[in-house]
């Protein structure tokens, strides 16, 4: 499990709005049996237009979801279905989104 990895959102309950959970926790802290993950939404299901740098657009095995970073939550991994893709190529984007939430900057 690394950091930025996709998942297969196992729970029922929300599966259907965030098919896929982002685990933004740093690998330094991989033996912990939670992570901190972000969900994922499609944007075909938006109904506003996303902000850019709070909730970027992250392209997962050619389909764009939108990074919903006010909803990150911590879930025990076992919470986590199948790794789909690691994201590191959008790894500025998604600290970046983090630090907008937790700084304003």
Do not use: W
Not at 53 to 77: E, F, H, R, S, W
């Amino acid at each position: 499990m690394s950091q930025f990895s996709v998942y297969q959102n196992k729970n029922k309950a929300t599966q259907t709005a965030y098919p896929l959970l982002l685990n933004i926790q740093n690998d330094l802290l991989a033996s912990m049996q939670t992570c901190v993950v972000v969900p994922l939404t499609s944007v075909k299901t938006m109904m506003h237009q996303p902000m850019n740098k709070l909730t970027p657009i992250l392209t997962v095995q050619g389909q764009d979801y939108c990074m919903m970073t006010p909803q990150l939550a911590g879930i025990n991994k076992r919470e986590l279905g199948a790794e789909i893709e690691v994201l590191t190529a959008y790894q500025n984007d998604i600290i970046a989104a983090v630090d907008f939430l937790l700084s304003g900057v």
